[in-house]
């Protein structure tokens, strides 16, 4: 099927990058990426998570809210504001 669509800037940049690392055609590189996308929805994505920190998360904090610890740490830091 023939048809004109509008490329964005980016992914025509991405597709063309794919052109030259591949040597395939701008066809055949946006067909593969069109249904390579397609044919991947609903399919769990492997994705890797790197630490930012080496240091083991504190033992004591596992099974808190982090959240109702912000808030306990807010509601300290405003009882100091006002003791003053």
Same mark, same amino acid.
């Given at each position: 099927?023939? !048809?004109?669509?509008?490329?964005?800037? &980016?992914?025509?940049?991405?597709? @063309?990058?794919?052109?030259?690392?591949?040597?395939?055609?701008?066809? +055949?590189?946006?067909? @593969?990426?069109? @249904? /390579? #996308? %397609?044919?991947? /929805?609903?399919? #769990?994505?492997? %994705? /890797?998570?790197?630490?930012?920190? !080496?240091?083991?998360?504190? *033992? +004591? %904090?596992?099974?808190?809210?982090?959240? /109702? %610890? #912000? &808030? *306990?740490?807010? &509601?300290? +830091? !405003?009882? @100091?504001?006002?003791?003053?």
């Amino acid at each position: 099927m023939r !048809t004109t669509v509008t490329i964005d800037p &980016d992914t025509e940049h991405l597709l @063309r990058e794919e052109v030259r690392r591949t040597g395939q055609s701008f066809k +055949e590189v946006l067909n @593969r990426s069109i @249904r /390579r #996308a %397609l044919l991947s /929805r609903g399919e #769990a994505v492997d %994705l /890797r998570v790197e630490p930012l920190f !080496t240091a083991p998360f504190p *033992a +004591e %904090l596992q099974l808190l809210s982090m959240n /109702r %610890l #912000a &808030d *306990a740490l807010d &509601d300290e +830091e !405003t009882l @100091r504001e006002l003791a003053r």
